[in-house]
Each structure stands twice: as structure tokens, then as C-alpha cells.
């Protein structure tokens, strides 16, 4: 079975910085790019950052460059569990969300074509609040 859990959502200041952890297990994961989304309320899901560590692929968003680092667990080849991590600094209010990772091996061709409702797995968000 699948599962997508993500930890380390918090209350902070404006400047501040949150790390972010979505820990997988249940599927090959050097198979799947792994991403981070976010959404607030009455806002439409939008993409944050993405990694796929087997091709060494990385994706920001323009909002986010500079500020986010997204890293992978380097895990051995074939193993089925592994953590991706998001590293936030210098938090605007603007990055209040709920943030969730999703796993998918065509993630960033889905992520081309705004495809975001068709990513395979989906963890259940963890919450992010940055006060000014």
C-alpha cells in the first residue's frame, strides 16, 4: 500500500523558515519524481517545487526560487521508501498553505500540461501558517 505522509507544517514569522518532510513508502522510489504543492484557501492548487532523483531533475516555481530548496533521501537503488524534503526560508505571509507532496512517474510532463489532478499519489497536506 501507498502512503504519502507529510510533517513539519507549523505557525511562523514572517522571515522565519520551515523544513518540510513527505516520507514515502509502498512503490520504487527511484521510479517517481516527487512534488510539492500548495493551496490556500480560495485558491487553486499550484505547484511548488519538484525533484526526480534518478534523473536529477529539479523545478521551482518563480515564486518560490531562491527561497525553497527541494532534496531526496538518497536511497539505494530499489529501495521503497524514501523521504523528500522542502526547505523554506525567508517565509512571506504570501506561503501560508496547506502543503502536500504527490508522487507520480510522469510528474513533471503532468506538471507541463497542468495536469495536477492527475498525479497517482497524494499525501494529506500538512499546514503551513507565516504570520507578518
Known amino acids: 500500500e501507498v502512503h504519502l505522509v507529510e510533517s513539519g507544517g507549523d505557525l511562523v514569522q514572517a522571515g522565519g523558515s520551515l523544513k518540510l518532510s513527505c516520507a514515502t513508502s509502498?512503490?520504487?522510489?527511484?521510479?517517481?519524481?516527487i512534488g510539492w504543492f500548495r493551496q490556500a484557501p480560495g485558491k487553486e492548487r499550484e505547484v511548488v517545487a519538484c525533484?526526480?532523483?534518478?534523473?536529477?531533475?529539479?523545478?521551482?516555481?518563480?515564486?518560490v526560487k531562491g527561497r525553497f530548496t527541494i532534496s531526496a533521501d538518497d536511497t539505494p537503488s530499489g529501495a521503497t521508501r524514501g523521504t523528500v524534503y522542502l526547505q523554506m526560508n525567508s517565509l512571506k505571509p504570501e506561503d501560508s498553505a496547506t502543503y502536500y507532496c504527490?508522487?507520480?512517474?510522469?510528474?513533471?510532463?503532468?506538471?507541463?500540461?497542468?495536469?495536477?489532478?492527475?498525479?497517482?499519489?497524494w499525501g494529506e497536506g500538512t499546514l503551513v501558517t507565516v504570520s507578518s
Open positions: 504527490a508522487a507520480d512517474n510522469e510528474l513533471f510532463l503532468k506538471i507541463a500540461v497542468g495536469r495536477y489532478d492527475k498525479m497517482d499519489y
Open positions: 509502498g512503490f520504487t522510489f527511484d521510479d517517481y519524481a
Open positions: 525533484i526526480s532523483s534518478w534523473q536529477g531533475q529539479t523545478y521551482y516555481a518563480d515564486s
